[in-house]
Every structure is written in C-alpha cells, then in structure tokens.
C-alpha cells in the first residue's frame, strides 16, 4: 500500500496558484497530508499545538487581523512562523503580502503562493485534491470501466477476456478508465477511486492485435480519468464441478484497502455476451441501491404462491 506525496509544482498548477518565490524549487517541496491549516493562532503568538506538516493558508481573517499590526510585530510573528519547515504558505483572495514576508520565505525556502479563490473555497478544493492524491493506494491486476455510471472492476487470470469485454462495452458506447493496471486509491471509508497509471492511459492490449489507443480510435467520450468503483464482476474459466450463483439473494464481496465492494463470479463459456451481462450486472447494481432487487421479489412471490396453496 502506497500513500505517497505531492510537489507544491502539482498544487500550484492545479489550483492555478501565482508563485510570488520564483527562486524556489517548487518540485523539491514535498506535500504529505491532505488537510491544511489556518495560522490564526499562530499569527496572534500562540505556538503550541502548531501542526507545522500541513500546507499553510492565510485567508481573509488572517490578513485583516495583520492590517492592525505593526510592521515590528507582523515580522516578529512571521519569522517564528518561517522557523517551522511546513510545505508552502498560499495567501487567498489575491492578498499580496509584503516584501519582507517574501524575504524571509526566500530565506526559509518556503514557497510563498496566491490564489485568486476567496478562503474557504481554496480550502475545500485543494483539501478534496489532495485528499484523492495522497489517498492510500494499491495496484492490481483488471480493467475498470464505466458502465451507466456505474464503475464496474473486471478482474480475472491473464487471457480470460478482460480486454475484449471492455472493449465491446467501448463499442456499445461505455466508457474505458484503465485497462490491464488499475490503481486503487480509499479516499474514504465508502469510495474507491481507480485511476490508470498515466503510462498506460488509454490504450488497450489485444492478444494477436497488440496495443490500440482507445482515445484515438473511438473518441474523447470513450475514455475517462477517475472512476469510483461500484461493483466487481471476476471473469473465471466455467467449472461444472462448481456450484455458481443462480439467484443473487444474498451478496458477496471482496475487500480493498478494508472496503468491501460488490462482487459476482462470472463463468465463461463460449457463446456467453460478456458486455450484456456485465451491462445487466450494472443496471441491476443500480436498481438494487435504488430499493428494487428482483431476488427478493421474486422470492417473495414464491412464497406468496405457496401461502395460497
């Protein structure tokens, strides 16, 4: 299980942040926790509890509480705040501090950002960002595809036919996230994430055909980045000593970074439409979370007949 970490480069060119310390390397400063902080406290000279790990942003409080200072103090509080090594310090609302604040950032190596954004909508974006990017996270073995919506994880031994379902669903107008690699990242204690590592995005491998670029060949409505995973269908070789599934009354599932996920068994038999059943998997998914489990119905029925009989 990988965590991992994200440049101040990454944040910055995703929240469109000005960088007001050029000198700086921002690729070198390295960001490790998603939440971030706001030094109000720490401005007034109070230190204690001071989580100095956290990506640093001085909203619209902050900078009027500074306005009533004078230089002395501000620089006072600011040098004692630039003696912790946190990753950056973004001012918002396009406050722009002054030269002796960026002095001592130059000095401490601290990037010094600006947002256009007002306080608490930086705040939200940038921790939902970071929150996916620094989410624990695994890799393994699948196709992942958006299917009405729904992210349905195809999983199953090499040569099964993973590929070929999802590029039939790609053909019946679904949509392809990764194939062969997905990454799974828990960005909560309910949502999986799955991404494609960027250097197999978009392409396909087809035994006997080779590598085809999904993008290239059915257009930017077939591909797609992120996808939460809803469900997993597992694609095995059909085994008539084993006894599968002919009723879905009770649900099974699998386990990834301690969530559980939906998953059915699929057996595979010449002749089988693997993108309709797993089209149908999707949509019975959905019903099922939307209150209609045809299962239950139709042992409800059943027994309804017996108790008239």
């Known amino acids: 299980m990988v965590c991992g970490t994200v440049s101040v480069k990454e944040l910055a060119e995703k929240m469109n942040l000005s960088n007001l310390t050029p000198d700086i390397d921002l690729s070198e400063r390295k960001i ?68 002796y604040i960026l002095s001592l950032c ?63 669903l790609v053909k019946r107008g679904h949509r392809l996230v990764t194939d062969d690699v997905v990454e799974i990242r828990k960005v909560s204690d309910e949502t999986l994430i799955g991404t494609a590592p960027e250097v197999t995005k978009n392409f396909i491998e087809l035994r006997g055909i080779g590598i085809i670029n999904i993008k290239n060949l059915f257009g930017f409505e077939s591909v797609k ?30 386990d990834f970074l301690g969530n559980k996920v939906i998953c059915h068994e699929i057996p595979i038999r010449p002749g089988r439409n ?20 045809a299962a239950t119905e139709l042992f409800q029925r059943v027994n309804a007949n017996i108790g008239k009989s």
């Open 225 to 254: 980045d992120t996808q939460q995973i809803d469900m997993v269908i597992k694609l095995e070789e059909w085994n008539k000593e084993k006894e599968y599934d002919r009723l879905g009354l009770q649900d099974h599932y699998t």
């Open 32 to 99: 490790e926790f998603y939440d971030v902080n706001r030094p109000a406290l720490q401005l007034t000279g109070f230190f204690d509890h001071f989580d100095s790990s956290r990506v640093q942003i001085v909203g619209y409080v902050e900078q009027e509480y500074l306005d009533t200072l004078s230089e002395e103090v501000v620089k006072e509080r600011f040098e004692k705040l630039m003696s912790y090594n946190f990753p950056c310090i973004v001012f918002s609302r396009s406050y722009q501090p002054a030269e």
């Open 106 to 168: 130059a000095q401490q190596k601290i990037p010094c950002l600006v947002s256009q954004k007002t306080t608490s909508d930086l705040s939200s974006e940038m921790i939902r960002w970071l929150k996916v990017r620094l989410a624990p996270c695994i890799s393994i073995h699948g196709v992942l595809v958006d299917v009405y919506g729904e992210g349905v994880l195809i999983m199953g031994d090499s040569g099964v036919g993973k590929s070929e379902a999802a590029l039939e």
């Open 274 to 293: 693997l993108a309709i059943i797993v089209e149908c998997a999707a949509v019975n998914n959905r019903a099922k979370k939307m209150g209609h489990n």
